[in-house]
């Protein structure tokens, strides 16, 4: 028996640890993992990991995984050949599209897509030929403010300033809880020793959040907010900063700033505290002290984008950064110069070219908001969704209104899912095409290096090898594309395996071939612990992709925005308003069947403040029926005040308990689902996003 070591990044959040992980084979000829540990030796995550991340070695052994293609027949499920299931694939898909047109197969692709690199350079390898506009993603149930603001602000979607956390005196977080996520939007590994540093150095940490998060318990200042009231707040802020005469000049070149100014001088403080619940004199003194700091970032993640003024706010952080002179500024917020710039190689996106067919949400990027999904797929008429391939995701958990979703996906015709479990969603699909796993396949982070608070870069190889007949994903969609392009008769252009393009991606980058780095694959190889390429640096007047090159501080869009946020009804204190929560041993909707993650006391109870238990006569500990516009579950409720009063709080990607699921949660609490009550027709309507916070229930006894 011979041990090894290996190098690898984790890829299960966005704050990409480094892991020494050891193995060792065994006598049969197969190889184990002995150790997953952090890696003292990346210079980025300095070794500092969680406990998802020795949970990679039981998606590795998990027996509930699935290792071939399986059809289902009926109920049941039935192994078949890869070369079957390209074949079924092509002919179902290909009869569907000709009878019923392109878009009425649809496409959902889910987060871990952005975190494979292979599912990122070949997905569309297959799913381009299908040319359907029914394309959906994870994106419209978290990101999807942010890139419409950087698309409308900068002129690409992923042109996005990151936190530059390592140097600030003030950081303002919004709806983000970087303990227990790991940081979004912003990667940044060991999170919890960065932000204790910026206090360390006489700086301030100041959290808006409905609830006393784990990142709240461990700033200088936490202010409760009115979930989905943040655009209030903000605009308060911004407010004071004009009228106060609080800005400062910035070095780049803007448009409409003025206009800014003007749009904004009604959303008084006073007014603004009336919808938010924070005080006027603590949102003065917030805007005081954020722009008195020498260096600030605001900075606002999944929790103010997955609400009914989302993009707005996402808005209103990028103008205070601009007008406080923090944006494109060390210690502020700065975009990353990444070794495989997607900025620089791809074009900036588009919006509302077209739209959903029965709710006419807009697209981006050429994405339709998820929340249409199974209204496209249920509502009958030219253009219904008869088909759908899912890819990575699990969109019965992770969007709103699932038992919707659940209707609609029975009465498809064909759905595919590529994906290694038969999960609450995959249960659907008459064929589940499984990809190699994690540790078997090589990793390069095409996206988080695109928003890391450092320029990082680094390739590793597989820890494993791939078992004999299997595929990775990007072979699985390669074999995909051959079979659906000879039946149709489509030309197929060749390819090449993601290393490679990730090669040429490195060589024509900015520390490629022309560069004195000279960065390359090869390069790479020799560096697996990655590779650090510098602080963040001013850099956005050179990267902006707008047509004048300026950003654009006042795009008309978002200024119309303002007047469908002043015309909101003052909100009522009776309403009991939902929101979410992560925690570090939970990851999505999926490792719900990891005993070492789920193991330990239950954490999936709906949080509620004991003034709200009292006044509804409930008790700790009790089992109560939450109740929203779509439906109702029943969990037990733990009094906290961690959450103010009118709000509760329920962690999403729960609730397995679903005939057909074939994964060994029984050992864990299957939990509840948060969106069997989220509500598909609350909306950013500016960009469709979901609304996942702030939504209306009530709680009665069970
Ligand atoms: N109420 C509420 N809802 C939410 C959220 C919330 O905060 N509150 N958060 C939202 C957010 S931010 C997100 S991103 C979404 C996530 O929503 P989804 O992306 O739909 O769900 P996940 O749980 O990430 O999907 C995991 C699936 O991917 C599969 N998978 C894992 N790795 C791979 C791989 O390498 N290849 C393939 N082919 N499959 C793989 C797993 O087996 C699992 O089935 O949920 C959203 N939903
Ligand atoms: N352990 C773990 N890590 C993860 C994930 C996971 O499931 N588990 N998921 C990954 C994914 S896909 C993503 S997108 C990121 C998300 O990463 P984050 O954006 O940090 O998301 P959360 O941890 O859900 O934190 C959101 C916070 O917003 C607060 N909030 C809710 N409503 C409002 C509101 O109206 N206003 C304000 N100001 N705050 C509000 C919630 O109380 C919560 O503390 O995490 C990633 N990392
Ligand atoms: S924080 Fe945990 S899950 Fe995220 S990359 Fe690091 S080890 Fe992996
Ligand atoms: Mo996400």
Redo the contacts with the bound molecule.
């Keep these: 028996m011979s041990k090894s070591h290996h190098y690898r990044a984790c890829h299960l959040?966005?704050a990409i640890c480094g892991l020494a992980i050891e193995t060792e084979s065994q006598p049969d000829g197969s190889t184990q993992i002995r150790s997953i540990k952090g890696d003292p030796q990346d210079s980025f995550s300095r070794g500092h990991i969680?406990p998802?991340a020795v949970a990679l070695q039981d998606i590795q052994n998990d027996p509930d995984r699935i290792r071939q293609p399986m059809r289902r027949i009926g109920e049941q499920w039935q192994a078949i050949t890869w070369d079957e299931a390209f074949e079924l694939v092509a002919e179902r898909l290909s009869a569907i599209q000709t009878e019923h047109g392109k878009n009425a197969v649809a496409v959902y692709q889910g987060?871990p897509s952005v975190h494979n690199y292979g599912l990122m350079t070949h997905s569309n390898y297959f799913l381009g030929l299908l040319k359907t506009r029914s394309r959906f993603s994870?994106t419209s149930v978290?990101?999807l403010p942010h890139h419409l603001t950087s698309y409308l602000m900068y002129g690409h979607g992923l042109l996005i300033p990151i936190p530059d956390i390592d140097h600030t005196d003030f950081m303002l977080i919004?709806?983000?809880?970087?303990l227990?996520?790991?940081?979004?939007?912003m990667t940044v590994p060991d999170v919890e020793k960065r932000l204790k540093a910026i206090q360390a150095r006489g700086g301030k940490v100041v959290v808006?959040?409905?609830?006393r998060?784990e990142?709240?318990a461990i700033a200088d200042q936490h202010l409760f907010?009115?979930?989905?009231?943040?655009a209030a707040l903000l605009l308060g802020m911004l407010n004071t900063l004009f009228e106060e005469g609080l800005t400062r000049d910035s070095h780049l070149p803007v448009e409409g700033l003025e206009q800014v100014r003007t749009a904004v001088a009604g959303f008084h403080a006073e007014a603004m505290s009336a919808r938010c619940g924070v005080p006027t004199e603590h949102i003065r003194q917030l805007a005081r002290d954020f722009a008195t700091a020498d260096k600030a970032v605001a900075y606002?993640?999944?929790?103010?984008s997955?609400?009914a003024f989302g993009t707005l706010c996402q808005w209103l952080l990028q103008i205070i950064n601009l007008v406080t002179g923090n944006l494109d500024r060390a210690g502020g917020v700065l975009c990353t110069s990444p070794a495989v710039d997607l900025v620089a190689s791809t074009s900036g996106g588009h919006f509302n070219r077209w739209q959903s067919r029965v709710s006419g949400l807009p697209e981006y990027g050429g994405e339709l908001p998820v929340s249409a999904l199974a209204e496209e797929m249920l509502t009958p008429g030219e253009g219904q969704i008869r088909a759908l391939v899912t890819v990575a995701g699990n969109p019965v958990l992770s969007t709103p209104n699932g038992r919707q979703l659940e209707q609609a996906l029975d009465g498809l015709d064909f759905m595919l899912a590529v994906d290694f479990y038969i999960n609450e969603t995959t249960r659907y699909a008459d064929l589940i095409l499984p990809p190699t796993a994690p540790l078997e396949h090589d990793h390069y982070d095409t996206t988080f290096n695109v928003f890391a608070v450092r320029n990082v870069t680094r390739f590793n190889e597989a820890v494993l090898d791939k078992p004999t007949g299997a595929l990775h994903d990007w072979e699985i969609f390669v074999g995909l594309a051959k079979a659906f392009a000879a039946r149709n008769k489509l030309e197929l252009k060749p390819t090449m395996a993601p290393q490679q393009m990730i090669d040429a991606g490195l060589r024509f980058g900015p520390y490629g071939d022309r560069s004195e780095h000279k960065l390359s694959l090869a390069t790479l190889r020799e560096h697996p612990h990655g590779l650090d390429l510098g602080p963040l640096q001013p850099n956005l007047v050179a990267r902006l992709k707008t047509s004048n090159q300026m950003v654009q501080a006042a795009p008309e869009l978002l200024l119309a925005d303002l007047a469908r946020f002043a015309e909101q009804e003052l909100p009522s204190d009776s309403e009991l308003l939902l929101?979410?929560?992560?925690?570090?041993?939970?990851?999505?909707s999926w490792m719900h069947n990891y005993h070492r993650l789920v193991k330990g006391k239950p954490r999936h109870q709906l949080l509620m403040n004991p003034a709200d238990l009292a006044s509804r006569g409930l008790s700790d500990g009790q089992r109560v029926q939450v109740r929203s516009r779509v439906g109702s579950i029943e969990v037990e409720v733990a009094a906290s005040d961690e959450v103010m009063v009118g709000v509760v709080?329920l962690p999403?990607?729960w609730g397995h308990a679903r005939p057909g699921v074939q994964m060994d949660i029984a050992r864990a609490q299957p939990g509840v689902s948060a969106n069997d009550l989220t509500d598909e027709r609350l909306l950013d309507v500016l960009s469709g996003n979901a609304v996942l916070?702030?939504v209306p229930v009530d709680v009665v006894a069970a």
């Design positions: 959040c966005e969680c998802k987060n994870a978290d990101q919004l709806g983000g809880n970087p227990a996520s790991n940081g979004s939007i808006v959040d409905p609830r998060s990142t709240a907010v009115r979930p989905g009231s943040d606002g993640r999944m929790g103010v997955t609400q929101i979410g929560r992560r925690h570090v041993r939970s990851n999505n709080s999403h990607g916070n702030g």
